[in-house]
């Protein structure tokens, strides 16, 4: 893009030699945009302008005033992390070169490549700053329509003449806005404690202010109050006050959120009223009748402006809890794919460090913390991928009684001592073809399910039965599994049943659920070749059945003996992948392994090796990469090269509509014994 806010333009600064036009042309041939700069404070004026990235040379800068830069650099905005990349001669680097070490700590998010620089080096680099400026330039976006929306909430409170306050739990800590503050007769500046609201409380009101909010407390519901307070100036007003319970993940209270108004107005009319109603009935008793009927209805459209303004927060609450899931939703397959990344780089480098270190019992405990936590960040992007359907499955013939049977004692302690859990399961059954990890999670999903539509106890059934699709099925013709659980709970409404599977729809209470559980059990469901059927009525319980396929193959046996493993031979292999971090790491363990690598950080540059002369056992390759995908490489490869075997490493399980090759792949991320075995299986 050229200059603006949204710039991705390359500025270079390298006033001696050759190394701006180099640069310059290199990163244009890339198919990205770059201008030159003679001097600092030109540099300034551009990236002011629009950028998405600097390239300064060592010398330019190594004596100059780079106070305007700094400046610049320390007032972006929150969003910003502008990045630049400094060329330094060789040696220059930040471990043996304090003067760029000061630079580094100086301009901040800073990238040093030494020259002599091979260009695909500088290529990736550029390609990596400007992904991560355009992260920065959604993230500005996400915070502006944040910002917007609070905008419009004040402006709503405002329109009401509505304070906000929220009560944080157990510590009492009060957080009012100046509207609420003006309600109790205090000013914006003034400091507004939950003890001075106490305080204020009028003595005859307290004891059932007290009480109204224990029991909001305790059960987790709402707090709905009008009472008298006392302001400072000792006279007295009237304050209503509707908060909402914000539960810990343990059911427990974290706060109460709600608004207040000031009703001393409404409160002095209805004293009014009633002192005119008395006197009336007093003075005209022929009068007291329709007085008594007049206040009913007063009364009766009291309590509809009250139900019809609950009625309406409810639905705003739910509709910002919907516009928030969908964004979570539009932006999981991404992140996890993002993260499986990072994952990747961090597991390998651990995995080639804990090789390495010397035999220090303290030093490995720390690397097998960091790698457990890795494994579980790994664990946590399965999930993310399960919801958005692209989780990578191993799907095998597994015996889905003895998995029953292995997961009864989890099973019983997440139901509780007041539901009975009771199995149905035939021997000698066909094995299911499946993911028994994604599996277990989809049956406790299932089980918790049912335990939370039967509040007052019940029993569950867990029953499997064969099952033979005939083409009238939702699945394809074949034989299928049933695994059916079936609770004796309150049941769904036609309405609710219609929409249980959808997305982000719960008929749980706010904050009890998400809505994703049978989301992402439907999801594993169609992606393993099967389906989720839900059958239910009012006051019938549920019944969800997991509709699995049988696998044609037998269920695979333990192997109670290690064997021994053969070493693999040393290969020749041509890796491909965009990002620095993984080529990296990947490229380190293939070495240690004891290949020869040739990497390469895009698919046309290794066509262009494919192509030559060059030695080649194995291609390994990632799939989603800019110009052309890992797939489209491997086609072409096969014109070139058809006996070359190719492992396509990848953090998505499915591959795009049409896709013809089936190739062997490995689910990012990866550890060195995993990427170990799998070559040595290719390359035997």
Same mark, same amino acid.
């Given at each position: 893009?050229?200059?603006?806010?949204?710039?991705?333009?390359?500025?270079?600064?390298?006033?001696?030699?050759?190394?701006?036009?180099?640069?310059?042309?290199?990163?244009?041939?890339?198919?990205?945009?770059?201008?030159?700069?003679?001097?600092?404070?030109?540099?300034?004026?551009?990236?002011?302008?629009?950028?998405?990235?600097?390239?300064?040379?060592?010398?330019?800068?190594?004596?100059?005033?780079?106070?305007?830069?700094?400046?610049?650099?320390?007032?972006?905005?929150?969003?910003?992390?502008?990045?630049?990349?400094?060329?330094?001669?060789?040696?220059?680097?930040?471990?043996?070169?304090?003067?760029?070490?000061?630079?580094?700590?100086?301009?901040?998010?800073?990238?040093?490549?030494?020259?002599?620089?091979?260009?695909?080096?500088?290529?990736?680099?550029?390609?990596?700053?400007?992904?991560?400026?355009?992260?920065?330039?959604?993230?500005?976006?996400?915070?502006?329509?944040?910002?917007?929306?609070?905008?419009?909430?004040?402006?709503?409170?405002?329109?009401?003449?509505?304070?906000?306050?929220?009560?944080?739990?157990?510590?009492?800590?009060?957080?009012?806005?100046?509207?609420?503050?003006?309600?109790?007769?205090?000013?914006?500046?003034?400091?507004?404690?939950?003890?001075?609201?106490?305080?204020?409380?009028? #003595? /005859?009101? %307290? @004891? &059932?202010?007290?009480?109204?909010?224990?029991?909001?407390? =305790?059960?987790?519901?709402?707090?709905? !109050? $009008?009472?008298?307070?006392?302001?400072?100036?000792?006279?007295?007003?009237?304050?209503?006050?509707?908060?909402?319970?914000?539960?810990? #993940? /343990?059911? %427990? @209270? &974290?706060?109460?959120?709600?608004?207040?108004?000031?009703? =001393?107005?409404?409160?002095?009319?209805? !004293? $009014?009223?009633?002192?005119?109603?008395?006197?009336?009935?007093?003075?005209?008793?022929?009068?007291?009748?329709?007085?008594?009927?007049?206040?009913?209805?007063?009364?009766?459209?009291?309590?509809?402006?009250?139900?019809?303004?609950?009625?309406?927060?409810?639905?705003?609450?739910?509709?910002?809890?919907?516009?928030?899931?969908?964004?979570?939703?539009?932006?999981?397959?991404?992140?996890?794919?993002?993260?499986?990344?990072?994952?990747?780089?961090?597991?390998?480098?651990?995995?080639?460090?804990?090789?390495?270190?010397?035999?220090?019992?303290?030093?490995?405990?720390?690397?097998?913390?960091?790698?457990?936590?890795?494994?579980?960040?790994?664990?946590?992007?399965?999930?993310?991928?399960?919801?958005?359907?692209?989780?990578?499955?191993?799907?095998?013939?597994?015996?889905?009684?003895?998995?029953?049977?292995?997961?009864?004692?989890?099973?019983?302690?997440?139901?509780?001592?007041?539901?009975?859990?009771?199995?149905?399961?035939?021997?000698?059954?066909?094995?299911?073809?499946?993911?028994?990890?994604?599996?277990?999670?989809?049956?406790?999903?299932?089980?918790?399910?049912?335990?939370?539509?039967?509040?007052?106890?019940?029993?569950?059934?867990?029953?499997?039965?064969?099952?033979?699709?005939?083409?009238?099925?939702?699945?394809?013709?074949?034989?299928?599994?049933?695994?059916?659980?079936?609770?004796?709970?309150?049941?769904?409404?036609?309405?609710?049943?219609?929409?249980?599977?959808?997305?982000?729809?719960?008929?749980?209470?706010?904050?009890?659920?998400?809505?994703?559980?049978?989301?992402?059990?439907?999801?594993?469901?169609?992606?393993?070749?099967?389906?989720?059927?839900?059958?239910?009525?009012?006051?019938?319980?549920?019944?969800?059945?997991?509709?699995?396929?049988?696998?044609?193959?037998?269920?695979?046996?333990?192997?109670?003996?290690?064997?021994?493993?053969?070493?693999?031979?040393?290969?020749?292999?041509?890796?491909?992948?965009?990002?620095?971090?993984?080529?990296?790491?990947?490229?380190?363990?293939?070495?240690?392994?004891?290949?020869?690598?040739?990497?390469?950080?895009?698919?046309?540059?290794?066509?262009?090796?494919?192509?030559?002369?060059?030695?080649?056992?194995?291609?390994?390759?990632?799939?989603?990469?800019?110009?052309?995908?890992?797939?489209?490489?491997?086609?072409?490869?096969?014109?070139?090269?058809?006996?070359?075997?190719?492992?396509?490493?990848?953090?998505?399980?499915?591959?795009?509509?049409?896709?013809?090759?089936?190739?062997?792949?490995?689910?990012?991320?990866?550890?060195?014994?995993?990427?170990?075995?799998?070559?040595?299986?290719?390359?035997?």
């Amino acid at each position: 893009m050229r200059p603006g806010e949204s710039s991705e333009r390359a500025i270079v600064l390298a006033p001696t030699g050759r190394d701006a036009s180099v640069a310059t042309s290199l990163i244009r041939e890339a198919g990205f945009i770059a201008d030159i700069c003679t001097e600092l404070d030109a540099l300034v004026r551009e990236i002011v302008a629009g950028a998405g990235l600097a390239i300064i040379a060592n010398e330019a800068v190594k004596t100059a005033d780079l106070r305007g830069l700094v400046k610049w650099l320390n007032e972006q905005p929150s969003w910003s992390d502008f990045p630049i990349v400094l060329l330094t001669r060789q040696g220059g680097g930040p471990e043996r070169n304090p003067d760029a070490m000061r630079l580094a700590l100086a301009l901040g998010n800073v990238t040093f490549i030494e020259r002599p620089f091979h260009p695909t080096t500088l290529v990736s680099v550029v390609g990596s700053a400007i992904r991560g400026r355009r992260r920065q330039y959604q993230s500005r976006a996400i915070l502006e329509n944040l910002t917007e929306s609070e905008g419009l909430l004040q402006t709503a409170l405002r329109a009401g003449r509505l304070g906000a306050l929220e009560l944080h739990l157990p510590s009492l800590m009060l957080d009012a806005s100046n509207t609420c503050k003006l309600f109790f007769g205090r000013r914006p500046e003034q400091e507004f404690s939950y003890e001075d609201l106490l305080a204020s409380v009028h #003595p /005859d009101d %307290r @004891v &059932r202010r007290q009480g109204v909010f224990d029991r909001a407390v =305790t059960s987790g519901g709402d707090y709905s !109050i $009008e009472y008298r307070n006392i302001w400072p100036d000792g006279s007295q007003h009237w304050v209503e006050i509707r908060a909402r319970a914000v539960l810990r #993940p /343990d059911g %427990r @209270v &974290r706060s109460m959120v709600g608004v207040c108004s000031d009703i =001393t107005a409404r409160k002095i009319a209805e !004293i $009014e009223r009633e002192a005119l109603l008395a006197q009336l009935a007093t003075e005209r008793t022929a009068l007291a009748e329709l007085s008594a009927t007049l206040e009913q209805r007063v009364e009766q459209r009291t309590v509809d402006l009250m139900k019809e303004v609950a009625a309406r927060e409810r639905v705003q609450d739910q509709l910002r809890q919907a516009q928030k899931m969908e964004t979570i939703g539009q932006l999981t397959g991404g992140v996890a794919h993002d993260f499986n990344n990072l994952l990747m780089a961090v597991m390998g480098n651990l995995d080639l460090l804990r090789k390495r270190i010397p035999d220090d019992p303290r030093l490995r405990r720390l690397i097998d913390g960091a790698l457990q936590g890795a494994e579980r960040g790994a664990s946590l992007t399965q999930r993310l991928l399960a919801f958005a359907r692209q989780q990578d499955l191993r799907a095998v013939a597994i015996d889905l009684g003895a998995l029953i049977r292995g997961t009864i004692d989890l099973l019983e302690r997440s139901l509780g001592p007041r539901v009975e859990l009771r199995l149905d399961v035939p021997d000698q059954l066909p094995p299911a073809r499946a993911d028994s990890n994604q599996l277990e999670l989809a049956i406790l999903n299932l089980v918790i399910n049912a335990r939370d539509a039967m509040t007052d106890g019940g029993a569950i059934d867990i029953r499997i039965r064969d099952y033979k699709a005939n083409g009238e099925s939702v699945v394809q013709p074949g034989q299928y599994l049933e695994l059916s659980v079936i609770d004796t709970g309150e049941g769904m409404s036609p309405e609710t049943l219609k929409r249980a599977v959808e997305p982000f729809f719960s008929s749980k209470p706010l904050g009890k659920g998400t809505g994703l559980g049978l989301s992402m059990v439907h999801g594993l469901a169609e992606q393993l070749g099967g389906a989720l059927q839900l059958s239910s009525a009012l006051g019938t319980g549920t019944t969800a059945t997991l509709v699995l396929p049988v696998a044609t193959q037998s269920v695979e046996a333990e192997v109670s003996c290690p064997v021994a493993r053969q070493a693999g031979r040393s290969a020749i292999i041509l890796f491909v992948d965009d990002d620095p971090l993984i080529a990296m790491s990947t490229t380190e363990m293939l070495e240690d392994l004891g290949h020869r690598v040739i990497g390469v950080s895009s698919a046309l540059h290794a066509l262009d090796i494919i192509r030559s002369e060059q030695p080649i056992d194995l291609l390994v390759t990632d799939h989603v990469m800019p110009g052309m995908t890992g797939l489209e490489l491997a086609a072409a490869s096969r014109q070139l090269r058809p006996s070359l075997p190719i492992l396509l490493a990848t953090g998505y399980a499915e591959l795009p509509e049409g896709a013809q090759l089936d190739l062997p792949r490995l689910a990012k991320p990866y550890h060195q014994d995993q990427l170990r075995d799998r070559l040595d299986q290719m390359l035997r």
